[in-house]
C-alpha cells in the first residue's frame, strides 16, 4: 500500500474545498459507505490524484502529501457508525438540517428512515436527480414531491398504497406529470355509440404545449409530460364509452357524481383529472364546462372544423379551469389584448406569436400556450399606439392601431375602444353604459356603426367596469393534480363558449 502510495502522490495542489466538508464527522469514510475499512485508503488515493477534496483529512483547504498521515490518523481513530433508525445511513451523516448539503450531512432524522414521510427510505433516496432503480432514485430525501408536480415520490416510484400503478403508466419522479382519463356518452341519436370518442393523436398539439412549459425539472429537462388514458389498451384502458342513460341536459355537478364516480376507478381519484365529450347540452349553457381547481371537466362539441388544433384546444382550456385558471388568468376579464393565454378569448385560434395582436389580426397563429405573465399592464384610459408595447421582443410588428384609424396616435383617453361594427369590437355597442363607466362621444377615432349609441369605456364582457389589462403568469400559478386542490362540495363552475 506505501509503495503504490509513493508512485501515486506526485505533487500536492492548492484545492477551493467547499465549506461544507470540514464538517463532515467522518473523513476517514472516503467512500461514504458508512463504515471505515481498508477500502477507503484506495479510495483516498483515487481521491488525492483526482484532487478531490475527499482527499483533504486535515480540513487545511489543500490535498498536499501530508493529508495521507492526516487520513491515517483518522482511520485509526475510527468513527461511530451506529445507524439509529437502520436505513442504511449512519446516524453522524444525518444532520436532521432538514436540506440535503452532502452525502455527509443528509439534512434527514437519523431517527427516522423515511423522513420526508414518501414511503422511500432515505438511503434510496440519494439526490443524483438521475434515477436508475428502485435502491437509487435520485430523488431528495427531505421534500416528498422532489418533482413539484404534486404527486408524492414515493407513489412515483412505488405506485400508490391503493394499487395505482403510475410507474407502469409513465410517472417520474424527477420530472412533472400529469394524468388525464378521457370518457365518452354513447350519442342519444345516431348508429355509431363512439361517435364522440376522442380519436387517437389528435392530441399531440396538447403534449407538445405541456412538454414545451417553462418549468423546470430536477432531471435539468424543461416541461411537463401529459398521460391521457382513452382506452388505448394495457395500463391505460380507463377511457370508455359512458351509457347513454343521461338525458340532456346534464349538469357538471351530475358529470362528477353519477358519471366519474362509476367510470373513474377510486384509485385514480386525486391523480387524474377527468373528462367527458358529451352531445347533451350543460346546464348553464356553453361547449365546455370546468370546475375551478377541481377534478373535472365537461367538453360538449362535434368533432372540430380543424381536428388537430380544436382536440387539443378545447381540452386545454378546460382543463386549464381545473388547474385554476380564469378566462383572465386571475380575474374573470376576457378578450385582454396582452394576456396571450388559450384561456383568453381573443386567442381562441391559437396565441399571437408574431406581436400583432391588437384588433386585425386576421391570421390565426394556431399555437397553443398558457401565458407566462411578461406582457406590460395596459391603462385603457391612456394607450399610446407609438410606443413598442413589447419591448422590441417580438420583432418589427409591435405597434398596435387600436382604434383602427391607420394612425398610431399618442395618449388618446378611451383610445382601447375600437370601432363598433368593424368585427373586432372589445367593447359592446348599442348598450347602455354600466354604472360608473363614462360613454366616449362619437368622433373620427370612434364612429360607432351599431345602435347608435356610444362605445362605453373601460367597459369589458360580463358588464365589469375596469381600467387596466394585466398579463399573468399562467405556467407558474396551475395545478398539475387534483391531489392539493382545497375541492369544495360544490366547486365553482366555469361556462365557456368556445368556437
Known amino acids: 500500500m506505501n509503495r503504490m502510495l509513493s508512485c501515486a502522490i506526485l505533487s500536492s495542489s492548492l484545492l477551493a474545498i467547499a465549506p461544507a466538508y470540514s464538517q463532515d464527522p467522518c473523513k476517514a469514510d472516503v467512500n461514504k459507505d458508512g463504515s471505515v475499512d481498508p477500502a477507503d485508503q484506495s479510495s483516498w488515493v483515487a481521491a488525492y490524484n483526482a484532487m478531490d477534496e475527499a482527499a483533504d483529512q ?50 434527514t432524522d437519523p431517527m427516522n428512515p423515511d423522513s420526508d414521510g414518501d414511503g422511500l427510505s432515505d438511503f434510496v433516496e440519494t439526490r443524483t436527480y438521475v434515477y436508475f432503480d428502485l435502491t437509487h432514485t435520485g430523488t431528495d430525501p427531505n421534500i416528498d414531491d422532489t418533482d413539484g408536480d404534486t404527486i408524492d415520490d414515493g407513489d412515483e416510484v412505488l405506485g400508490t398504497s391503493s394499487g395505482l400503478d403510475l410507474p407502469g403508466l409513465g410517472a ?4 412533472k406529470d400529469i394524468f388525464i382519463e378521457l370518457d365518452w356518452h354513447e350519442p342519444l341519436s345516431g348508429s355509431n355509440p363512439d361517435a364522440y370518442q376522442p380519436p387517437v393523436g389528435y ?3 396538447l403534449e407538445d404545449m405541456f412538454s414545451n412549459a417553462p418549468l423546470s425539472n430536477p432531471d435539468g429537462v424543461d416541461g411537463i409530460v401529459v398521460h391521457i388514458d382513452m382506452g388505448q389498451g394495457g395500463l391505460y384502458s380507463g377511457g370508455n364509452r359512458v351509457s347513454s342513460a343521461h338525458t340532456s341536459p346534464i349538469s357538471l355537478n351530475q358529470i362528477s357524481t353519477q358519471i366519474q364516480s362509476i367510470n373513474l376507478d377510486s384509485n385514480r381519484v386525486g391523480y ?25 371537466l365537461a367538453i360538449r362539441q362535434t368533432p372540430p372544423t380543424n381536428p388537430t388544433f380544436g382536440y387539443s384546444y378545447y381540452l386545454a382550456h378546460e382543463l386549464g379551469h381545473c388547474m385554476g385558471l380564469r378566462h383572465g388568468g386571475f380575474e374573470d376579464i376576457n378578450f385582454k389584448p396582452n394576456y396571450n393565454s388559450i384561456m383568453n378569448y381573443r386567442f381562441a385560434t391559437g396565441l399571437d406569436v408574431d406581436g400583432d395582436g391588437g384588433p386585425g389580426d ?84 370612434n364612429t360607432c356603426t351599431s345602435g347608435g349609441n356610444s362605445c362605453c369605456a373601460n367597459y369589458a364582457f360580463g358588464g365589469i367596469c375596469w381600467a387596466e389589462f394585466r398579463d399573468f403568469d399562467d405556467w407558474s400559478a396551475i395545478r398539475l393534480t387534483p391531489l392539493l386542490h382545497a375541492r369544495a362540495s360544490s366547486p365553482e363552475i366555469i361556462t365557456c363558449v368556445l368556437e
Open 58 to 107: 486535515n480540513s487545511d483547504g489543500q490535498v498536499t502529501p501530508a493529508d495521507w498521515s492526516a487520513f491515517i490518523a483518522n482511520y485509526n481513530a475510527g468513527c461511530d457508525t451506529t445507524d439509529h433508525d437502520s436505513d442504511g445511513i449512519i446516524s453522524i451523516y444525518e444532520n436532521n438540517g432538514g436540506t440535503w448539503v452532502a452525502n455527509y450531512m443528509t439534512g
Open 172 to 175: 417520474n419522479p424527477l420530472h
Open 203 to 205: 392530441f399531440d398539439i
Open 272 to 296: 387524474f383529472y377527468y373528462c367527458l365529450y358529451t352531445d347533451r347540452s350543460l346546464t348553464g349553457g356553453g361547449t365546455g364546462q370546468g370546475e375551478l381547481n377541481g377534478d373535472t
Open 362 to 445: 386576421e391570421m390565426p397563429d394556431l399555437v397553443l400556450d398558457y401565458s407566462v405573465g411578461i406582457r406590460p399592464v395596459i391603462f385603457s384610459d391612456s394607450i399610446d399606439e407609438s410606443v413598442d408595447l413589447y419591448g422590441g421582443a417580438l420583432g418589427s410588428s409591435n405597434y398596435l392601431d387600436w382604434n383602427q384609424n391607420g394612425i398610431l396616435d399618442m395618449p388618446y383617453p378611451y383610445d382601447i375602444t375600437v370601432p363598433c361594427g368593424s368585427g373586432t369590437s372589445y367593447l359592446p355597442c348599442g348598450q347602455t353604459c354600466p354604472t360608473g363607466c363614462p360613454s366616449i362621444p362619437t368622433n373620427s377615432n
